[in-house]
């Protein structure tokens, strides 16, 4: 599951003994789709994942865990549970497209009260998280929010319509992660900025960008390389390459230690310009 959601380009934390976490003890979970959430909890000001021991412990009236994912303000997701969690209950009249309760049914928790629209970033999160799980399983038909799942709820409130988040969970089963004109998430274009234009300093790598880059993202910094080789200069080269001319005068530019290549050809002739 961990492993999955990394792949899909999302931050992951592991909550210590996730793997094994149920409230059956492990037994009894045949998921055939998804139900998604929101805490209804306190807002961001409380910090960025107050609910998070809830939907692991769970409440006095309800034993945990609360979900088997759950999103942070920040869009990390957690892996909570591996087996069956106490998220959903039974849905109005036994059944819903044959899931019949929390056995039959992935949860995720995301961090909101609900009183206010949830950031489209964070819903693009949640509908990658959704789509990573259930690959292989079942289509994006078997997604539904809570309030669909039972009348007696009202989450996702103040998110994108059901019917949007599934349109959008298809997208990213097919292959597709698109967030931009581009067809990248925002977190890709600062990584490849600190990837091909700076020292790679880990201190300054962009707190977005996945712990293990999905191959999609390699593929795409192959395809930026090639059009900067075909179209011109970044301005992390001009930077150095005025640098360098200059005598190297002043703090070295933050661009990578081993200088490309093709950045030499390019100091050369500027060099000779003068």
Known sequence: MAQRLRDAG???????????RANNSGGNFYPK??????????????GKAPSLNICIYGRSDLAGPLCNIYMD?????YTIAAGSANHAGYPDGGNYKGMTGNSTAWGLEIEHPGTYPLEPERA???QRAVAAIIKGTCDESMVCYHAE??????????????ST??????????GKPQEDEMGYP????????????TNRDPAKRPKGAPEKIPDWAWTGLDEIKTIGNR?????????????????????????????PERWWPDQKFTAQQK
């Open 10 to 20: 999302l931050k992951v934390a592991e909550v210590d003994g996730w793997k094994s």
């Open 33 to 46: 789709g998804f139900v998604v959430h929101h805490t209804a909890g306190a807002g961001p000001s409380a």
């Open 231 to 259: 179209y011109g200069m970044i301005q992390g080269e001009r930077d150095w390459i005025v640098w360098y001319n200059g005598g190297k005068k002043g703090d070295r530019p933050n661009v990578p230690s081993t200088i």
């Open 165 to 174: 988040f599934r349109a959008e969970v298809a997208k990213f089963l097919a």
């Open 149 to 162: 799942w039972t009348r007696q709820k009202i989450d996702l409130a103040t998110a994108p319509p059901a």
């Open 73 to 77: 303000y920040e869009g990390t997701v």
């Open 124 to 126: 693009t999160l949640a």
């Open 186 to 197: 925002p977190w890709f274009w600062d990584w490849a900025d600190w990837y091909l234009t």
